[in-house]
Structures are given as C-alpha cells and as structure tokens.
C-alpha cells in the first residue's frame, strides 16, 4: 500500500500556478468553446474552420503507481497559418492528476506546425511529486516482491522540460535538435534501496542536461490521431555536466510506427515497435522503462527498468457509425502487446506480456481523450489521456 501524505505548500502553489495559466482569457475572440456536455452534432469529417479552441475535462481514474485519482484539463488547439488549408492543427494538452495517495501529476505536451509544415516545434513538460517505488535494475529484480511493500517505497519528486525543434528538410523528412532538463530527487528512501548499488552510485539527487539530435520521417495524415501513415524516429541525446548536469552518459530512442486505414474513415490498424538504450553510467532514474501510459499500459510504472528496452504493440482503433452513416465522435481500440529488457544490445532477458481495451471520445477534431484499461503480468490500471497513446 503506498503511503498517504499531505501536499506539501511547493506542490499546492506548483498545481496552482500551471491551472491558473492553462485557463485562457475572457478577452479572447476567436474561440470556440467545445462542452463535452454538449457535443456538437457535427461529425468528425466536417472541415476544420480553422478556429481556435479550447476544451475543458474532468474525469476520474487509477494507474498503478497513484492509485485512485481525479484528473483534470484542457486541450487547446489552432491552426497557425490561417490561409494554409493542409497545415496540421497544433495542439496543447495540459492535465494536472491529484489521487487518494498525495501524488500530483502535471502534464503538459506541445505538438506545433508552421510554415506548409515545414518547421515543428515540440515539447513536454512534466512534474510529480508522489509516493512511488523502487525494485532496483533488471527484470528479475521487478519481479520479487510482486505489490509494492516496505522495502520498495520511498518519496519522489521529479520535473522534466524536453522541447525538440524539427526542420523539414525533403518531403515528411525533418531534422533538428532535442533538449532534455530533468530532475529526480528521492526521498524517505528506505533501507533497501539506500543499500541498492544502482542508488549508491548515483545518489538520492539527480539533475540532468541534455543536447541531442532528431531524425523523423513523419508521413501521418494527424499526428495527434493517425489513420493512414508511417512515422519513424532517431533520437540520440547526450548528457553532460554542462549548464549544471551531475551525469555524464547517452540514450538513443528509435521508435517506428505505422498506421494503416481499414475500409472507412475511423477504422485503424496502428502498430509501434520501440527500442530505447543508454550508454555509459546511465543515472538509476532515467534507466529505460517498460511499463507506462504511453507503451505497456498497466504496469506499474517504475518497477521494470534497465539500460535496454524493446517493445512492440498492435492496436485496432475505430470510431463508431451513426445511422445517418456519418462518424459518432465515440469508438473504442484494443490492443496486444509486449517487451523485454538487457542490460547491453546484446542481452536480453524476460517477457512482459500485455493487453487492454479502451474508450474514445472526439473531443475536437481528430483529437480524442482516452481512457484505457490494460492487464499485464499479474498488474493492471485505468488511464486517462489526451491523445492516442502512440
């Protein structure tokens, strides 16, 4: 069971501060307020008047790491270039999640497009501050114990800004740079993990800068909510002692997905394959993970990390008919998955399978809230989201 704390005065006024400057202002004009209690009767297939918007929600959940939750806020969304009919629409999704155990997770993702496309900026922003737990490193080690107990919790706070800037250089093909700040501090660290080698090295502080390079090719018709397309990635991010950075070490991200349209409109084959590996003494809290909202869903989050990970899932997404045959802004995905994790390229060890189904809801359009439920070996959890998950 994890343990119930009071948020701290830091915690209040962080949750504060982002909640008060994701709310736009009365003064705005051009906005098109989107109730999810009132959905428009249009379907997703009507053109896309170009206009600014911003929806509201609010929406209970649980993942495994925090328990029961409420989540809340907002996704925006703009065309910026108003006489550029194929310009993607760039979007803002902005949550803040408080649960019964204390934990508070804020979350912030930017995806932008200017100039026909030719220039993408994006961007995450993250902070939690929560009761979490530590198996140490290795698959073995996330097995024993199987629930989270004395010897694996301890108090994490960790905030993370990673913008990336893309050029695009020949058709769907772009390169630039990708910035990564991130801090981890742990504490009430109990007598396990203090004892741990991966922790002893690294310490219970650990703050790190990173400047890297970013290869796409991005072929997708919406980012946000692929139908058809093939988008693949290179990120190689180099962390140093510059701008104050503790660690010196590499990570390399290569993820490949592609989506394919069955039939009609709304009707999805998406399939992902990532791998993600560091190199030299990566710190224990940016070891690769298996097992997030965004991947493996219904692990806990945490408890599987190693230098190496490989996964792959296959997700069918489609989008519900109405009797006027235009598409309902309702459907549903479900979805098979799995991975495993080495230590080097060379090794690796253990199967983590995984497997879920979930609901979606069009709340602008082609930009969808989530709600996902996934099983994995002997763990599951409920998710809530903007956006697809891959």
């Known amino acids: 069971m994890h343990r119930v704390r009071r948020l701290g005065p830091t915690t209040v006024v962080v949750v504060a501060s982002l ?13 098109a307020v989107d109730s999810v209690l009132h959905p428009a009767k249009d ?9 600014f918007r911003w929806t509201p929600l609010l929406a209970p959940g649980y993942t495994p790491e925090m328990g029961f939750l409420i989540a809340g806020g907002f996704l925006f969304s703009d065309k910026l270039g108003k006489n550029s009919p194929n310009l993607q629409r760039s979007t803002l999704s902005s949550t803040v999640s408080i649960s019964t155990t204390g934990a508070v997770n804020v979350s912030n993702t930017l995806t932008t497009f200017f100039l026909e496309n030719r220039l993408r900026i994006n961007a995450n922003i993250s902070y939690k501050d929560m009761p979490d737990n530590y198996w140490g490193v290795g698959y073995d080690a996330g097995l024993h114990p199987n629930s989270p107990d004395s010897t694996t919790e301890y108090d994490r706070i960790w905030w993370q800004v990673q913008p990336r800037v893309l ?6 093909l772009y390169v630039g740079a990708s910035f990564d700040f991130n801090r981890t501090i742990a504490n009430n660290v109990n007598p396990v993990m203090a004892a741990d080698p991966a922790f002893v090295r690294d310490g219970h502080d650990n703050y790190n800068t990173g400047l890297g390079l970013a290869i796409q090719y991005d072929s997708r018709d919406v980012a946000v909510n692929a139908w058809r397309g093939l988008y693949i990635a290179l990120y190689t991010t180099f962390y140093g002692t510059f701008l104050g950075g503790d660690n010196k070490y590499q990570v390399y991200l ?15 084959l998406a399939w992902q394959v990532k791998t993600r590996w560091g190199a030299n003494d990566v710190p224990w809290p940016e070891l690769s993970l298996l097992g997030t909202g965004y991947d493996l869903r219904g692990y806990r989050e945490g408890r599987f990390r190693e230098l190496q990970t490989l996964l792959a899932i296959v997700e069918f997404r489609q989008m519900f008919m109405r009797s006027n045959g235009k598409l309902s802004r309702h459907g549903f995905v479900a979805w098979l998955g799995g991975g495993t994790m080495g230590g080097s390229r060379q090794t690796f060890e253990g199967f983590l399978p995984n497997g879920g189904v979930g609901y ?3 709340l602008q359009p082609r930009s969808n ?16 989201n903007f956006t697809e998950a891959f």
């Open 43 to 51: 379907s997703v297939t009507k053109p896309d008047d170009g206009r």
């Open 254 to 268: 290569l993820d490949y997905r592609q989506y394919k349209q069955l039939g009609r409109p709304g009707r999805t």
């Open 167 to 172: 050029w695009g250089i020949k058709k769907n």
């Open 369 to 384: 809230v989530r709600v996902d439920f996934g099983v994995g070996r002997e763990s599951n959890g409920v998710y809530f």
């Open 360 to 362: 979606r809801f069009e």
């Open 19 to 31: 909640l008060a400057r994701a709310v736009p202002t009365a003064a705005q004009e051009t906005v």
